[in-house]
């Protein structure tokens, strides 16, 4: 099992509220990456932070928002959650930017 | 952007047997391909990655191969194992400054006794 870990591990939400998923990185990385997977589907890259800053986003639209923390610790914000963005939320952490990804277990997301 | 083509979908093997996975990818700036597996409900684990300066790399009963010229790269498992059964994903780096990982759609892999 990899360092990284997040919460919360399941969450149910309804169409049109917010939601906030948190992610710790693996002691020593400084560079968390989110990723939504839908249901039989592979990962789909969101955005980036690498030392507190963005460094990189997917085709995801704005209300998909992060921060990332001075402990490097970070979180996804999710408004006005549609049906379609049920799905797995991942979140790895790398040493570096270029740096093998290790990936947390992974937030359930379910919008009814 | 970068794209990323898996084949095959779902692949069954017998015991013992060896399975390979193929995948493809479309930006000929990407440099590092790794390789994840994952089990029904878990976090993909990583199982091997190759970086663009090498041909091929090994650790096992897994290897991977590494055409740059074609843009393609494989998953070779060996004398495969009832525990191999699960879905395994190849990404290909995009980006030079921000390394995003673009995934192939996934193999389901099937180990028969």
């Known amino acids: 099992e990899t360092g990284v870990t997040q919460s919360p591990t399941h969450l149910i939400k309804t169409r049109g509220q917010q939601v906030t998923l948190r992610c710790s990185s693996q002691s020593g990385h400084n560079t968390v990456s989110w990723y939504q997977q839908a249901l039989g589907q592979g990962p789909q890259f969101i955005f980036q932070y690498y030392r507190e800053e963005e460094n990189g986003r997917g085709n995801f639209p704005p209300r998909f928002s992060g921060l990332q923390f001075p402990n490097y610790s970070s979180e996804l914000n999710v408004n006005a959650l549609e049906l379609d963005d049920s799905a797995l939320y991942l979140c790895?952490?790398?040493?570096?930017?270029?740096?093998?990804?290790?990936f947390g277990p992974g937030t359930r997301l379910l919008v009814l | 952007g970068e794209n990323v083509e898996q084949h095959p979908s779902t692949l069954s093997v017998q015991e013992g047997d060896s399975a390979v996975i193929k995948c493809t990818y479309s930006?000929?700036?990407?440099?590092?391909f790794p390789w994840y597996k994952q089990e029904l409900g878990k976090r993909p684990q990583l199982i091997i990655d190759i970086r663009s300066n090498v041909g091929e790399k090994k650790d096992q009963r897994i290897a991977v191969t590494l055409n740059k010229t074609a843009k393609h790269f494989s998953l070779h498992i060996t004398e495969t194992q009832p525990e191999d059964s699960a879905v395994y994903f190849c990404a290909a780096s995009s980006g030079d400054s921000n390394y995003q990982l673009i995934w192939g759609a996934g193999t389901k892999l099937i180990i028969k006794p």
């Open positions: 790895a952490s790398s040493l570096a930017i270029k740096e093998t990804q290790y």
């Open positions: 930006d000929s700036a990407s440099n590092y």
